[in-house]
C-alpha cells in the first residue's frame, strides 16, 4: 500500500502556533497504529486563522483540517484523520474550495502552500525554471523588453516600472554589477516578503537569476531582515540546492552565464529598507541615506550599477519575463489606474495580501 | 573598575576572535556579516573584538563603535541564556502586546536591555517578526511562538528554565 502523504505546514506563523509538534505527534500516531505516512513540510496557504492546517491526500483529493493544536491530533487520528475522514469538527474538506482562496488568482503565490518549499522536484514539477530556460533563450535586451512589455510595476512601494530600471542598469558599462534583493519588509503588517521567502524560495531565486541575465550582473545579494530567522535559513538551503542542481554558480545550466547569490543579514535597523540605506549597510557602513542621484541603478552597490528591487518584485519575474509564459494581463499588474495594488504598506485587515489581483479590500 | 594585566581566558578570546575575523574579513561589505558572526559565537560583540575589527577592516575604532551602535541588533554586553524579544509594532499592539509586554517585564523582574539576575533570560524589544496575522508575538532565540498571553509566556519560560543547561 502506497503511504498516506500528510501536509503540514513549515512557515513561521504555522510553527508560532504548534505546527513542529503537530507533526511530530501526527508521526508517533501513525507509528502507534501502524499506518505508513509520509509527512511532508508544506508553505502555509494564507489562510493563518486556520493554521495549523493539517492536509491529508485522498483518492478524491486533499481533506483540510484546521486550526490543528497538537492536543487536537490524537482526537483527531480517532475520528479518521489518516483516511480522510470528516466526522470531526476541525474538519474543513476540501480547501480551495473555501470562499477566501476560490475567490482568489493567484500567481506569484500559486504553488505557495502546495509544495515542499526546498523541494527542487515540487518547485520544477509546477513551472518552476520555466522562465529562466526561457529567458536563457533570449538577448538580455530581449528579457528587459518582456519586463517591459509585461507591466511589471515595481512592489516596494513606488510602483516604478520595473523594466525601466532594468533597462538603465542594462545600459550602463561596469565589469561588475549587482542584483540587490530588498528584504528588508520593516513595516508592521505586510509580511508576504516572508512568506514568499519561506514557501516558494526557489521563485525568488530564478527571478533573481534572470535579473541578472537581462542586466549583465552576476552576483546577487538578499538583504534580509535579521528579524527573520526562519527565511534564512530557507533562503540559505534553497540557495545550496540550487547551485549544486546547476542551476546558480559560473555556469547556468550549461548557458556559460554565471549568478552567484547570497543573502546578507541586516541588524535592526527601519530605514536600511530604503534602497539606499540599504546599499550603505551591505557596503558594512552605518545605513545612511545617500543623496540622489546618482541613482542605484548607475552607481549602486560599491559604486556600480545595480537593480535594486523589492522581493515581490523579484519574485514575479519569472511568470513576466517571457511573452510564453505570462497569464493574460489582469487589471494588476500593470496599470498605475490601480495604485492600491502596492505591496507596501498593506492596508488591508488580512495584511500583506492586499496586492493580489482578487477584489482588493482597499479599493475605493 | 581598573583592568589587570591580560588573563589566559583574554588570549583565548582573541584568538577566537581572530578566527573569525580571518574567515570573514575578506568578503565583499564584510563589516555586517562579520559582527553578525561574532555575536553568533558570543552572544554579543566583546570590546576586544573593536580594535580587531578595526584593524582588519582598515577602519577606526571610532567607525567600528558607529556601527555596531547604529543597529540595534548588536550587544555590546553578554546576554543571558536565552534572549527573549517582546514584538510592540502596531499590529500586534492591536492585539494586545502592551498586556503581555507589561506581564513579561514584571515576571522576569527586568526592563528591556536588561538579564535576569540567574543569568536566564535577557529581555528586548523587536519591531515585527513577520507574525502579524496571529500575535502578539514573541521570539525566544531562534523560535517565533504566536497568539502569546501571561500564562503561555508562564508556560513557555517554564520550560526553557526546566531545559538542562549546556555546558559550552
Ligand atoms: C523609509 C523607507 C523604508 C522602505 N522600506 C522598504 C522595505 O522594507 N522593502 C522594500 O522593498 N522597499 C522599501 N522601501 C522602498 C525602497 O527604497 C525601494 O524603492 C524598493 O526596494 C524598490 O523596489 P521595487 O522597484 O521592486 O519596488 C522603503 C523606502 C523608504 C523611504
Ligand atoms: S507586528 Fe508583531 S509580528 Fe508583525
Given at each position: 500500500?502506497?503511504?498516506?502523504?500528510?501536509?503540514?505546514?513549515?512557515?513561521?506563523?504555522?510553527?508560532?502556533?504548534?505546527?513542529?509538534?503537530?507533526?511530530?505527534?501526527?508521526?508517533?500516531?501513525?507509528?502507534?497504529?501502524?499506518?505508513?505516512?509520509?509527512?511532508?513540510?508544506?508553505?502555509?496557504?494564507?489562510?493563518?486563522?486556520?493554521?495549523?492546517?493539517?492536509?491529508?491526500?485522498?483518492?478524491?483529493?486533499?481533506?483540510?483540517?484546521?486550526?490543528?493544536?497538537?492536543?487536537?491530533?490524537?482526537?483527531?487520528?480517532?475520528?479518521?484523520?489518516?483516511?480522510?475522514?470528516?466526522?470531526?469538527?476541525?474538519?474543513?474538506?476540501?480547501?480551495?474550495?473555501?470562499?477566501?482562496?476560490?475567490?482568489?488568482?493567484?500567481?506569484?503565490?500559486?504553488?505557495?502552500?502546495?509544495?515542499?518549499?526546498?523541494?527542487?522536484?515540487?518547485?520544477?514539477?509546477?513551472?518552476?525554471?520555466?522562465?529562466?530556460?526561457?529567458?536563457?533563450?533570449?538577448?538580455?535586451?530581449?528579457?528587459?523588453?518582456?519586463?517591459?512589455?509585461?507591466?511589471?510595476?515595481?512592489?516596494?512601494?513606488?510602483?516604478?516600472?520595473?523594466?525601466?530600471?532594468?533597462?538603465?542598469?542594462?545600459?550602463?558599462?561596469?565589469?561588475?554589477?549587482?542584483?540587490?534583493?530588498?528584504?528588508?519588509?520593516?513595516?508592521?503588517?505586510?509580511?508576504?516578503?516572508?512568506?514568499?521567502?519561506?514557501?516558494?524560495?526557489?521563485?525568488?531565486?530564478?527571478?533573481?537569476?534572470?535579473?541578472?541575465?537581462?542586466?549583465?550582473?552576476?552576483?546577487?545579494?538578499?538583504?534580509?531582515?535579521?528579524?527573520?530567522?526562519?527565511?534564512?535559513?530557507?533562503?540559505?538551503?534553497?540557495?545550496?540546492?540550487?547551485?549544486?542542481?546547476?542551476?546558480?554558480?559560473?555556469?547556468i545550466l550549461d548557458s556559460g552565464h554565471a549568478f552567484h547569490l547570497e543573502v546578507r543579514l541586516g541588524a535592526g535597523a527601519y530605514i536600511c529598507g530604503e534602497e539606499t540605506s540599504l546599499l550603505e549597510s551591505l557596503e558594512g557602513k552605518r545605513g545612511l541615506v545617500r543623496a540622489k542621484p546618482p541613482l542605484p541603478a548607475i552607481e549602486g552597490l560599491f559604486g556600480q550599477p545595480t537593480v535594486v528591487n523589492n522581493v515581490l518584485s523579484l519574485a514575479a519575474v519569472p511568470l513576466f519575463s517571457t511573452r510564453a509564459a505570462r497569464p493574460t494581463p489582469t487589471t494588476a499588474w500593470a496599470s498605475p489606474a490601480a495604485p492600491w495594488r502596492c505591496s507596501w504598506p498593506a492596508t488591508s485587515p488580512v495584511a500583506g495580501w492586499s496586492s493580489w489581483p482578487s477584489a482588493p479590500p482597499c479599493a475605493s | 573598575m581598573s583592568h589587570p594585566t591580560p588573563q589566559p581566558a583574554?588570549?583565548?578570546?582573541?584568538?577566537?576572535?581572530?578566527?573569525?575575523?580571518?574567515?570573514?574579513?575578506?568578503?565583499?561589505?564584510?563589516?555586517?556579516?562579520?559582527?553578525?558572526?561574532?555575536?553568533?559565537?558570543?552572544?554579543?560583540?566583546?570590546?576586544?573584538?573593536?580594535?580587531?575589527?578595526?584593524?582588519?577592516?582598515?577602519?577606526?575604532?571610532?567607525?567600528?563603535?558607529?556601527?555596531?551602535?547604529?543597529?540595534?541588533?548588536?550587544?555590546?554586553?553578554?546576554?543571558?541564556?536565552?534572549?527573549?524579544?517582546?514584538?510592540?509594532?502596531?499590529?500586534?499592539?492591536?492585539?494586545?502586546?502592551?498586556?503581555?509586554?507589561?506581564?513579561?517585564?514584571?515576571?522576569?523582574?527586568?526592563?528591556?536591555?536588561?538579564?535576569?539576575?540567574?543569568?536566564?533570560?535577557?529581555?528586548?524589544?523587536?519591531?515585527?517578526?513577520?507574525?502579524?496575522?496571529?500575535?502578539?508575538?514573541?521570539?525566544?532565540?531562534?523560535?517565533?511562538?504566536?497568539?502569546?498571553?501571561?500564562?503561555?509566556?508562564?508556560?513557555?519560560?517554564?520550560?526553557?528554565?526546566?531545559?538542562?543547561?549546556?555546558?559550552?
Amino acid at each position: 500500500m502506497m503511504a498516506t502523504t500528510i501536509y503540514v505546514p513549515c512557515d513561521t506563523t504555522a510553527r508560532s502556533l504548534g505546527a513542529d509538534a503537530v507533526a511530530a505527534r501526527l508521526t508517533r500516531a501513525a507509528e502507534r497504529l501502524g499506518v505508513d505516512i509520509q509527512l511532508k513540510r508544506n508553505g502555509s496557504r494564507g489562510l493563518f486563522w486556520l493554521e495549523p492546517l493539517v492536509e491529508v491526500e485522498t483518492a478524491t483529493g486533499r481533506v483540510a483540517y484546521g486550526p490543528v493544536a497538537p492536543t487536537d491530533v490524537d482526537a483527531l487520528v480517532d475520528a479518521g484523520l489518516f483516511e480522510g475522514r470528516q466526522e470531526h469538527d476541525l474538519a474543513l474538506g476540501d480547501i480551495e474550495a473555501h470562499p477566501y482562496l476560490a475567490r482568489q488568482q493567484r500567481l506569484t503565490f500559486s504553488r505557495i502552500g502546495l509544495t515542499d518549499p526546498l523541494s527542487l522536484e515540487d518547485y520544477t514539477a509546477r513551472q518552476g525554471f520555466a522562465g529562466l530556460k526561457q529567458a536563457l533563450a533570449l538577448t538580455p535586451q530581449g528579457i528587459v523588453d518582456e519586463v517591459k512589455t509585461s507591466g511589471l510595476r515595481g512592489r516596494g512601494g513606488a510602483a516604478f516600472p520595473t523594466g525601466i530600471k532594468w533597462q538603465t542598469v542594462h545600459d550602463t558599462p561596469a565589469a561588475q554589477k549587482y542584483i540587490v534583493c530588498n528584504a528588508d519588509e520593516g513595516d508592521s503588517g505586510t509580511f508576504a516578503d516572508r512568506l514568499v521567502m519561506e514557501c516558494d524560495p526557489f521563485m525568488l531565486i530564478e527571478g533573481m537569476t534572470i535579473a541578472g541575465l537581462a542586466v549583465g550582473a552576476t552576483q546577487g545579494y538578499i538583504y534580509l531582515r535579521s528579524e527573520y530567522p526562519l527565511a534564512q535559513a530557507m533562503l540559505d538551503e534553497a540557495i545550496v540546492r540550487a547551485e549544486a542542481a546547476g542551476y546558480l554558480g559560473d555556469n547556468i545550466l550549461d548557458s556559460g552565464h554565471a549568478f552567484h547569490l547570497e543573502v546578507r543579514l541586516g541588524a535592526g535597523a527601519y530605514i536600511c529598507g530604503e534602497e539606499t540605506s540599504l546599499l550603505e549597510s551591505l557596503e558594512g557602513k552605518r545605513g545612511l541615506v545617500r543623496a540622489k542621484p546618482p541613482l542605484p541603478a548607475i552607481e549602486g552597490l560599491f559604486g556600480q550599477p545595480t537593480v535594486v528591487n523589492n522581493v515581490l518584485s523579484l519574485a514575479a519575474v519569472p511568470l513576466f519575463s517571457t511573452r510564453a509564459a505570462r497569464p493574460t494581463p489582469t487589471t494588476a499588474w500593470a496599470s498605475p489606474a490601480a495604485p492600491w495594488r502596492c505591496s507596501w504598506p498593506a492596508t488591508s485587515p488580512v495584511a500583506g495580501w492586499s496586492s493580489w489581483p482578487s477584489a482588493p479590500p482597499c479599493a475605493s | 573598575m581598573s583592568h589587570p594585566t591580560p588573563q589566559p581566558a583574554d588570549t583565548a578570546l582573541a584568538a577566537q576572535l581572530q578566527a573569525v575575523i580571518d574567515q570573514h574579513a575578506a568578503r565583499p561589505g564584510a563589516m555586517l556579516p562579520l559582527l553578525h558572526a561574532i555575536q553568533a559565537q558570543h552572544g554579543y560583540i566583546p570590546d576586544a573584538a573593536v580594535p580587531m575589527i578595526a584593524e582588519a577592516l582598515r577602519h577606526t575604532r571610532a567607525e567600528v563603535h558607529g556601527i555596531i551602535s547604529f543597529y540595534h541588533h548588536f550587544r555590546t554586553h553578554p546576554p543571558g541564556r536565552h534572549v527573549i524579544q517582546v514584538c510592540r509594532a502596531e499590529a500586534c499592539q492591536a492585539v494586545g502586546a502592551r498586556a503581555l509586554e507589561a506581564h513579561v517585564k514584571s515576571a522576569l523582574g527586568v526592563d528591556y536591555h536588561e538579564t535576569t539576575a540567574d543569568r536566564e533570560f535577557t529581555l528586548e524589544p523587536v519591531y515585527c517578526l513577520g507574525n502579524c496575522a496571529c500575535g502578539p508575538s514573541l521570539r525566544v532565540d531562534d523560535e517565533i511562538h504566536g497568539r502569546m498571553d501571561a500564562a503561555g509566556f508562564d508556560r513557555l519560560t517554564a520550560q526553557l528554565s526546566a531545559t538542562v543547561v549546556e555546558v559550552k
